[in-house]
């Protein structure tokens, strides 16, 4: 099957069906803020602001990469990237691969003339590496993409369940350094959805990682996606198996920040609004990253799109709000994150 039109299954999957881990949430659930009914701050003041990629946002939000490579997938992005502009989130766009391997599809991915100050991340899956990807591919993404950084996914459970999934995932970690070596842009590492550990995230940025975005459980299961897509009838039963796989992705970050202290820090995976971003900031993150919750919206239309940003971006500044933090130092400071 093509790239093109296993992406197009995706997208409609994602729309369609419930591939929703099972798992017990995201693990902020677990955690509570602890209301100050005396603030002390003006809300009109509050600073939200900070950089990433050397590039300034108005929050700390990132639209996790999603899609590319279809005709639905450049309307997905356009939206999503005209919204970004206009909110100041930072963008991620799908997996470039398909336009490494067919030219014809680049522009789906191209949303810089869209999005021409924000913070842009190309994207390709590590395993690649493993299949005769290298440098030199990578590099083509980020020009593709016209991107501020790359990231290189980390899927095995997918590859695992994909009909045409790769599984050789050994010595990654050696190839991925390698590519952190020879580009000229930052490259990140993130996971689809089962979350990157303390231990893992160490070993990446001994390697030259330069941010972990730890996209952890609690969100979209792809063990459920590629389920809908397997003729296989041993493995599609199987993945139920694994729906609850993964590691919550609040224990993810509380990792993640212990364990690698100089890689930015990105949690993604189960979010699903502004209070659960800021939670992340609270417990160590420097972005909160959203994806499935902007699908719909971004099918939809540009001003739907646009209201699902400034939503979260305002449930975020009323999160802190309510705490008293006038700035992303004091909320991630803050004493008034409880754990239930």
């Not at 005709?71 to 939206?79: G, K, M, P, S």
């Not at 993404?141 to 996914?153: I, S, T």
């Not at 993810?252 to 609004?273: K, N, R, W």
């Amino acid at each position: 099957m093509s790239t093109e039109r296993r992406k197009a299954e995706h997208i409609r999957i994602c729309l369609e069906e419930n591939v929703s881990s099972t798992a017990e949430g995201s693990g902020f659930a677990d955690y509570r803020f602890r209301h100050r009914a005396l603030p002390e701050i003006d809300f009109a003041e509050i600073d939200t602001t900070c950089e990433f990629l050397g590039k300034p946002v108005s929050v700390p939000l990132l639209i996790s990469s999603m899609t590319g490579g279809t005709e639905e997938a450049l309307r997905i992005n356009r939206n999503l990237a005209e919204a970004a502009q206009r909110q100041g989130w930072a963008m991620g766009v799908g997996s470039v691969r398909a336009a490494v391997e067919r030219p014809s599809v680049a522009h789906t991915f191209r949303v810089r003339d869209a999005a021409p100050t924000i913070p842009v991340i190309a994207n390709i899956g590590a395993v690649q590496l493993n299949y005769g990807y290298g440098a030199e591919e990578c590099k083509r993404a980020v020009d593709v993409a016209e991107a501020d950084g790359l990231v290189l996914h980390l899927n095995s459970m997918q590859e695992l369940f994909q009909p045409e999934g790769n599984t050789n995932f050994k010595d990654l970690l050696r190839q991925i350094e390698v590519v952190c070596r020879s580009l000229q842009v930052p490259v990140g590492v993130k996971e689809v959805g089962w979350g990157i550990g303390g231990d893992t995230a160490r070993l990446l940025a001994d390697a030259g990682v330069r941010f972990v975005d730890v996209a952890g459980a609690g969100g979209t299961s792809w063990s459920q996606v590629e389920k809908y897509r397997l003729q296989d009838p041993v493995r599609r039963a199987a993945a139920e198996a694994f729906a609850d796989w993964g590691i919550p992705t609040a224990q993810c970050v509380a990792e993640v920040h212990e364990a690698a202290p100089g890689c930015s820090l990105i949690a993604s995976g189960g979010l699903t609004s502004g209070v659960d971003a800021a939670k992340a900031i609270a417990l160590g993150a420097d972005l909160a990253g959203f994806g499935r919750s902007l699908l719909g919206p971004a099918v939809g239309s540009p001003e739907e799109t646009d209201l699902a940003l400034q939503r979260i971006s305002f449930e975020l500044r009323a999160a802190m709000f309510g705490i008293g933090a006038a700035n992303l130092s004091e909320l991630r400071g803050t004493p008034n994150l409880t754990k239930r």
